[in-house]
């Protein structure tokens, strides 16, 4: 057969523009469940990396210890986080790099312009180093002003907003409660906020000694950050330092911890698990969407087919054979699957670009998964469409013909 | 006319599972290379299952039929096919033309099937359309046309694959007289012009008048087959 398939897809696409109303039925289906599915797969991906990024702001390779002070069910039996856990931790890890205690506390904040309630944090100079987090302006206390029990203060964007408006925050004063007057000699980058709500940036820091003797630690501190050596080291860390905590709180055998450990890369693993479990189920919604299109690409092209039994019977009369007549339905199904799963695609891009924009996420669909879900839209359609085209050239001429 | 058989029927009985008696029984036709045969009856008569058989659109129970020489009573559907592209045209009552296909669209239909490339079907099928006197209308819409035309377009469609039997089933029968006249007109001319055999199924004794020889039908049985007194080719 001399005609080309060229000619084939071209009748085939003047049919379908020049029938607007069955075309656009036919191709909806599709169009929206490539859409869903594309959208689908964005939300997962984009949802995943961003728990991802929520757990990197903790800090990777970093192991949190808390103490289980106040805690009734300990009876008053926990003893408090101190410098001498820190001491043990650095001097018997051997996974450990470095430790950073903190503790933090609401407490009323002033300037010369403003004032507010807001945490106050006593930690140790490397707490930047292990959060990953650079100055903004001025710099970090140091070593001298923990021993110094300096009066400085890193303060965060927030903060500083809050307290001096548009006005350069360092070299200025605030006030801690009623007496503790400290100077800001830096300014941390903007963080943002958590998926959680918090603000990251609503943050002052000052070396823990200070913190200790003009307010007071009479639980100890909150929290030990411990940062190891290797991400791979990670869980090595967790085992070693829980006999060394033990032993540092002189806890009998039958003694149960008192104090708690975790580690963000563990709670993103499982994050990462979950999400994906999640992700699979919402591309399985999204891939029986695509397959309820498929059937209504054969609905609409069984219509089509009674519909058009006339014509079918005019062109058999002509002497079309059943294996043309066939090919052309075939053919109608490919344009239309093809072009309903390109709206499709077009759709679930425009979907999850907004969703990535509104929830601040940053990976978009890839242009292999759109080609991907353009492919599979199209075999779907054309896989539904097969069975009409078999319809159609199966009829008799003659019933064809005389059908109204 | 011109000698040998074109259609040769022998023996023709065609029965359909739901009805008790055949539909046709025993028919046998011969139509010479040219003729123009009117094939009348009322209804019931069983002329339009003849003329489906005549023109391979359905098979006999049993019976040959032998079209230009060769036998097609046992062809598969795919042969039937192809014996309607290259030796058959039909025209018929409703005229049949497909909607959302322009005049030009619907006259090169055959060319199309018949694997003619686009270049020649296109200019074969305009120069028909002029023939028949509707070249303004190339690019119109069935739906655009009046009932003469639109038989004028099933006309050129039915010839454009050069067929050698024409088929033609009450083709002036959904038109007014002086408009079926003109049509009929069109065929004959076409007929001397293009050598084709013409089979018109009808009960307009009028239009019998036009055609060399008049069969009739009556509960499937051939009751006459005769010259009639006023052939004008």
Redo the contacts between chains.
């Keep these: 057969m001399p005609r080309t398939r060229s000619e084939v897809v071209g009748r085939a696409i003047r049919t379908a523009i020049r029938n607007p109303g069955r075309t656009i039925l036919t191709m909806l289906g599709l169009a929206i469940g490539v859409g869903a599915f594309l959208a689908m797969v964005s939300f997962g991906t984009g949802a995943r990396s961003s728990v991802m990024e929520q757990f990197e702001i903790l800090g990777t390779r970093v192991v949190y210890i808390w103490g289980n002070m106040g805690r009734r069910d300990f009876g008053g039996n926990a003893r408090p986080l101190t410098d001498a856990d820190v001491e043990a931790l650095l001097r018997d890890g051997m996974t450990i790099e470095r430790v950073v205690p903190r503790i933090t506390e609401v407490q009323n904040v002033k300037s010369a312009f403003d004032r507010y309630p807001t945490k106050i944090t006593g930690t140790m100079p490397d707490f930047v180093q292990i959060r990953e987090w650079s100055m903004l302006m001025g710099g970090m206390f140091d070593e001298t002003d923990v021993q110094q029990r300096a009066k400085v203060a890193v303060i965060g964007t927030t903060v500083a907003r809050e307290l001096f408006g548009r006005r350069d925050p360092v070299g200025q004063t605030i006030t801690i409660g009623s007496n503790l007057p400290l100077r800001i000699i830096g300014v941390l980058v903007s963080k943002g906020e958590q998926t959680t709500g918090e603000d990251m940036d609503e943050i002052i820091l000052i070396p823990a000694t200070t913190y200790e003797a003009f307010l007071g630690m009479p639980m100890g501190y909150h929290e030990l950050m411990i940062q190891v050596r290797d991400l791979g080291l990670l869980e090595t860390a967790m085992v070693e330092a829980v006999p060394i905590m033990r032993r540092s709180h002189r806890l009998a055998d039958i003694e149960e911890d008192d104090f708690r450990m975790a580690s963000p890369a563990q709670a993103a693993e499982l994050a990462r698990f979950v999400s994906t479990i999640l992700t699979s189920l919402l591309i399985g919604i999204a891939a029986v969407s695509l397959l309820v299109g498929g059937i209504g690409v054969m609905n609409i092209q069984l219509v089509s087919v009674a519909e058009r039994t006339q014509e079918i019977g005019i062109r058999s009369a002509i002497g079309a054979s059943p294996n043309q007549i066939m090919v052309q339905f075939l053919a109608e199904a490919v344009v239309l699957s093809f072009t309903g799963s390109l709206v499709g695609v077009g759709l679930g891009w425009l979907v999850s670009t907004l969703v990535a924009q509104a929830m601040s996420w940053s990976g978009t669909l890839s242009p292999l998964t759109m080609a991907g879900a353009a492919a599979f839209g199209t075999s779907v359609g054309v896989a539904f469409g097969y069975l009409p085209a078999k319809r159609a050239a199966q009829l008799q001429p003659i019933d064809a013909l005389r059908h109204e | 006319m011109s000698g040998g058989s074109i259609v040769e029927a022998a023996g023709i009985r065609k029965e359909f599972p739901n009805m008790a008696s055949p539909v046709l029984d025993d028919v046998s036709i011969d139509v010479a290379s040219g003729e123009i045969v009117a094939l009348m009856g009322p209804s019931g008569s069983g002329k339009s299952t003849l003329m489906?058989i005549l023109?391979c659109?359905?098979g006999p129970t049993r019976g040959t039929y032998s079209l230009g020489g060769r036998d097609v009573s046992t062809l598969t559907?795919?042969e039937r096919?192809?014996?309607?592209?290259?030796y058959?045209g039909?025209i018929?009552q409703s005229f049949?033309?497909?909607?959302?296909h322009t005049v030009l669209e619907n006259v090169t239909?055959?060319l199309?099937?018949?694997?003619v490339?686009?270049h020649e079907r296109e200019a074969r099928a305009v120069e028909l359309i002029e023939r028949v006197g509707l070249g303004h209308r190339l690019g119109h819409r069935p739906a655009q046309l009046s009932g003469g035309e639109k038989q004028r377009v099933a006309i050129a469609?039915a010839v454009s694959?050069q067929p050698r039997l024409l088929l033609a089933d009450e083709p002036t029968g959904a038109l007014d007289t002086r408009t079926g006249n003109e049509v009929m007109e069109l065929l004959l001319e076409l007929h001397d012009a293009r050598a084709l055999t013409l089979i018109i199924v009808t009960h307009d004794p009028e239009i019998a008048e036009y055609c060399h020889r008049q069969i009739f039908l009556r509960d499937g049985k051939v009751v006459s087959d005769g010259r009639a007194h006023a052939a004008n080719a």
């Design positions: 489906n023109g659109l359905d559907v795919r096919a192809w014996v309607r592209l290259h058959i039909f018929f049949h033309l497909i909607g959302d239909l055959p199309y099937y018949a694997g490339d686009r469609r694959g």
